[in-house]
């Protein structure tokens, strides 16, 4: 801050003293400066300066003694309120750019870190309805890719061995079809698939050991059984996950997650894959923070048709969030001073006045404005700090809080 203040300082050779004409001798009876500040009130003259050379002070008017222009006029409310003249060549040549404040479109993009994850809804596990022994294994590691109804193992169980044998009883004794139909259903809610059925009919003579079959083309992602483990009714031998489609799992910042929602479309890019993009949509918003992350977490349902996305890859999430139109300035526009925000507004006569804002969201380098500008309005968008620098010496007070910060 300080270096900034030297920087507007320097823009001046000389300056005479606060108090002193610019255009008049030093020896100025006394009574006249009395005169002159006898009246001063919040609307009065607080000194005289020149908008070339800031660091001109005068208490009458007169001319500036380093380049002769017009001494300009400083009221007392402009000082309060940390008003600086600075005229528009000495804007340029320091860098300092006006603005103008707009309604325009604003999108809201949010970034997220995200991890792919499986999609709950596309995970099957493959346990027997009753108790038996597994006799062959046929997906032996996991990780195995299987199709819908492949034979994973097979299970001896005495409980379908006795069922079979009754369905072929009946066949041989030529019952009626609502007999066959119903020794045919028992087998099926012991969990013997309509495909196995028909081949016990046509072979007429009982499996052994039962087929269990994949419910879903996809890979073996949990294997908890060798050859001759015992299993009972409801042990789960398989765990098979589609990975046709997958979440992706994005968690966003508590002041993201509200802006969120369902169906809205997010563009996925993989970590280790540079240049590849897909797009994916919300399903779900968790109803709740990740304690551990302090995060919201969304999930978001991608297609995944050649297997590009694997579980357990990270991922950046980009959700892009209408806003309308809103009022905006660039954000280099806004000055942060404690909690407050301000900007510095071009007025009449080469004033740039700080006035105090309530932004909003930021995007693309504009930052909405809630209140305390309009459309039309000039403000100062690049070499603020070194307005700001000159306004904290002239003491606004109740903005900069009087000190160094």
């Keep these: 801050m300080r270096t900034a203040i030297l920087i507007i300082a320097s823009l001046s050779i000389a300056s005479p003293a606060l108090g002193q004409p610019a255009s008049q001798p ?12 006898a009246h001063a009130g919040h609307d009065a003259v607080a000194h005289y300066t020149c908008p070339m050379h800031p660091s001109v002070k005068s208490a009458t008017p007169g001319k500036c003694p380093i380049c002769g222009m017009p001494l300009v006029a400083v009221k007392q409310s402009e000082l309060e309120s940390g008003t600086v003249v600075i005229d528009s060549a000495t804007r340029k040549n320091v860098g300092i750019r006006i603005g103008t404040v707009e309604r325009k479109p ?21 346990a ?11 997906a032996k590691v996991s990780g195995q890719r299987v199709v819908r109804g492949q034979v994973l193992c097979t299970l001896y169980s005495p409980d379908v061995y006795a069922a079979e044998l009754q369905l072929l009883d009946v066949l041989a004794r030529g019952a009626d079809r609502r007999s066959l139909a119903t020794f045919e259903r028992k087998l099926e809610l012991l969990g013997v698939a309509k495909r196995d059925i028909e081949a016990l009919r046509k072979r007429r003579t009982p499996h052994e050991a039962i087929p269990i079959r994949a419910p879903v083309t996809g890979y073996v992602i949990d294997k908890n059984v060798v050859e001759g483990t015992h299993a009972d009714a409801g ?35 993989l970590a280790q894959i540079s240049g590849h993009a897909a797009k994916g949509r919300v399903v779900q918003v968790l109803p709740y923070l990740d304690r551990s992350a302090r995060a919201v977490v969304a999930r978001i349902a991608l ?20 806003l309308g139109e809103v009022l ?25 006045t700080p006035v105090e804002v309530e932004v909003g ?26 307005v700001a620098a000159e306004s904290r010496l002239k003491s606004a007070a109740r903005y900069w809080g009087g000190g160094d910060d």
């Design 26 to 37: 030093a020896s100025q009876p006394a009574h006249d400066h009395a005169e002159h500040t």
């Design 106 to 126: 604003m999108t809201r993009k949010i970034r997220a870190y995200a991890q792919v994850e499986y999609d709950d809804a596309k995970l099957f596990d493959v």
């Design 128 to 138: 027997p309805r009753v108790h038996g022994w597994v006799v062959a294994l046929a």
């Design 235 to 269: 042990t789960r031998l398989f765990r098979v996950a589609s990975l046709d489609e997958v979440w992706v799992e994005a968690k966003l910042f508590e002041k993201d997650a509200s802006l969120v929602a369902v169906d809205q479309e997010v563009t996925v890019e």
């Design 303 to 322: 297609d995944n048709p050649d297997g590009l996305y694997k579980p357990g890859m990270y991922a950046d999430a980009t959700i892009e969030v209408p």
């Design 328 to 352: 905006s300035v660039p954000e280099d526009a806004v000055l942060y001073a404690g909690r407050t925000r301000l900007v510095f507004v071009a007025k009449d006569g080469d004033r740039l």
């Design 361 to 386: 969201h930021r995007s693309d380098g504009f930052i909405e404005v809630r209140s305390g500008l309009e459309a039309g309005d000039r403000v100062v968008v690049s070499g603020n700090f070194l």
